[in-house]
């Protein structure tokens, strides 16, 4: 089955490999945490990221790790599978996080500026009250366009 991608397809999913000689390639080396807690190593995240765009969006994705060399303590794949999953649960909340702080700011701003619109054309409006001639028509004009 073609999927349109370079990736093989194991019960209808997209299967994105990774090889590593040992598990501590996939984590962070600066964080301390233990491996369910770790954060991935950035190389390997932009890797899956970049994997995970080249399958269509509505196709399920599996991760496979294949650790080349045992390691040392013996860590379950459980315990891989967790540190992983968790680690994207985490980027996806932060980043809807920072999509409503994003939407919540923009509909700050649209209410901002439709008052300063209202503002503005309201008193253009009341420029009519004024003498006629061209400042009275400058003015509302100029009211009209800073709105």
Do not use: W
Request: charged share 30%; with cysteine.
């Amino acid at each position: 089955m073609n999927t349109g991608t370079r990736y093989r397809v194991e019960e209808g999913r997209s299967c994105i490999d990774l090889k590593v000689k040992h598990p501590r390639q996939l984590f962070d080396t600066r964080d301390p945490a233990p491996f369910r807690e770790r954060d991935l190593d950035a190389d390997a995240v932009e890797y899956l990221f970049a994997a995970a765009q080249e399958i269509p969006r509505k196709r399920p994705l599996a991760v496979v790790v294949q650790i080349l060399e045992k390691p040392e303590p013996l860590l379950a794949p459980d315990v891989i599978a967790e540190a992983v999953r968790g680690h994207f649960i985490y980027e996806g909340e932060q980043v809807e996080r920072r999509l409503r702080e994003h939407v919540r700011r923009g509909q700050m701003f649209l209410g901002v500026g439709l008052t300063v619109l209202v503002i503005f054309l309201t008193l253009a409006e009341f420029t009519s009250s004024l003498p006629a001639g061209h400042l009275r028509e400058i003015l509302r004009e100029g009211l009209v366009i800073t709105g």
